[in-house]
């Protein structure tokens, strides 16, 4: 869960945001980079300003600026395009972007056309969720948070740099609360609205990664990262924005203790014959940086190692992959400590060096419509192991069906359950905390409805049988709200 992965198609790149049923598309992989944070509760002035700077390019760049419709009858000084369209506007709008803005001549579709063809492309989303324990949990109440995840990637062969070279940027915040702590789970079951610092508002950088392809099929790329992207799985993946929002779906959490969720890091990526990742290399600071630049920690407490083989298969006839990954901690493990992606107090353990863990997951199309091969659904699985003196989960299986909706283009929708096995060792540590400790099971399904081009809405139920023993089973309703720009 630790890669960020980038396609060259030939003299150019593409970048894709993958997610849905496209997430088997050749290009689909490529939006897939990994990126810095830094704390502006810890930063000077001077960040603090580059970052309230850094967020309005996003914002601007996206919807397009009303000092841009004054350049309407010459759209050539917009970096070097050729033409915007102008000739034709339609939209009733003074920046063209209102609801009726859906054709080629728009003036906010344009720019961003503009900016792509130019090298510089943006996937931003801000996710809302309002959950609520109707049953179970330690509370029956309902809690309503969201998350904001603001992507650019620019080419910067196509902006005059270096050819061959890119570079990710991803900005970061959450706001509200949570239903996870209230349904006295382990395992949060909505991922996104706990990152990417739990129990701060904050706007963070988790993603400044650089990659050059030194070929059509080897690239090296060196920042900072963030993990959630990687355990790629066609049907169970999507940062909890897209796709399921229970982390047990999302990627594999036997590996959260040796792998960080954003930190420094190196590696190399070797791409198949078709174009998408084969094998993936990580070398990685140990320790969680997503509230700093990462640079005073860097290799302080040792080093995290991750390696990941995916590869594409052609079982059925339909679309499909497997994949198998390991990672490798040399940190000292000395108490649970905090990590947004589960939840458990901050106790000691027994001091151990080095933590593990080895993974495995498939995705295999069972329908693809003969008319749009986008559209597929399948099923999905995985299983993991993991060190049980330094992880809380020794191992985890899970298995399940998503993809494209039958009943409707461009819905989707899932269906999974997952087993966890409490470590016999991590285990009896949490008992004066929480309670006696055991295994814990779990079940989600999702129907996410596309109403516009922008606007998704998933209901979403969960059932938790929880490994607190004493806490009684959860079950959850929830509503997720997707705006993506």
Not at 440 to 464: A, C, K, M, N
């Amino acid at each position: 869960m630790f890669f960020s992965i980038q396609e060259m198609n030939g003299s150019g790149a593409q970048t894709t945001e993958m997610e849905g049923v496209n997430c088997l598309d050749n290009e689909a992989f490529f939006e897939r980079f990994r990126g810095t944070s830094m704390d502006q509760n810890q930063s000077a002035q001077k960040l603090h300003i580059a970052k309230v700077v850094l967020c309005a390019a996003f914002i601007l760049a996206s919807f397009g600026v009303q000092a841009a419709h004054a350049q309407v009858d010459d759209c050539s000084p917009l970096f070097g395009c050729d033409s915007l369209g102008c000739d034709s506007l339609s939209c009733d709008s003074a920046l063209c972007c209102g609801e009726n803005c859906l054709g080629e001549d728009c003036l906010c579709k344009s720019i961003r056309q503009c900016l792509a063809d130019s090298g510089i492309t943006f996937s931003n989303n801000l996710t809302q969720y309002y959950f609520g324990t109707v049953s179970g949990g330690l509370e029956e109440t309902a809690r309503y948070g969201g998350h904001g995840d603001y992507v650019a990637n620019l080419d910067l062969g196509k902006l005059g740099v270096h050819e061959g070279l890119y570079l990710k940027l991803r900005a970061e915040h959450r706001f509200g609360q949570s239903i996870g702590e209230s349904a006295g789970v382990i395992l949060p079951p909505t991922l996104a609205a706990d990152l990417p610092v739990a129990d701060s508002e904050g706007l963070y950088l988790t993603n400044v990664l650089f990659t050059q392809f030194l070929s059509e099929r080897f690239a090296v790329y060196a920042g900072k990262l963030d993990t959630l992207d990687g355990d790629t799985n066609a049907y169970a993946s999507g940062r909890g924005i897209t796709q399921f929002s229970n982390v047990a779906f999302i990627a594999n959490p036997i590996v959260l203790r040796s792998v960080p969720y954003a930190s420094l890091g190196c590696g190399f990526i070797v791409m198949g014959e078709e174009g998408e990742p084969a094998f993936n290399f990580l070398v990685m600071n140990p320790t969680d940086t997503a509230d700093s630049d990462g640079f005073d920690e860097l290799f302080a407490d040792g080093v995290a190692v991750s390696a990941e083989m995916r590869v594409a298969t052609d079982w059925l006839g339909t679309p499909g992959h497997q994949l198998i990954g390991a990672s490798w901690s040399s940190r000292d493990y000395v108490s649970l400590g905090q990590d947004p992606r589960i939840i458990l107090p901050n106790v000691p353990i027994n001091r151990a060096s080095d933590s593990w863990s080895v993974y495995w997951n498939t995705d295999q199309a069972l329908w693809v419509d003969p008319c749009d091969s986008t559209r597929h659904w399948g099923y999905f699985a995985r299983a993991g192991i993991a060190d049980s003196d330094t992880n809380p989960i020794s191992y985890l299986l899970s298995a399940g069906l998503g993809g494209a909706s039958p009943l409707r283009d461009g819905d989707t929708f899932g269906v999974g359950y997952y087993y966890s096995g409490t470590s016999d060792e991590i285990g009896p540590l949490l008992v004066g905390a929480l309670g006696p400790i055991g295994d814990s099971q779990g079940v989600e399904v999702f129907y996410r409805s596309q109403l516009t081009e922008s606007i998704s809405v998933t209901p979403d139920f969960q059932w938790v049988d929880q490994a607190r023993e004493q806490v009684a089973d959860a079950y959850l309703l929830g509503l997720r709200m997707n705006i993506a720009f």
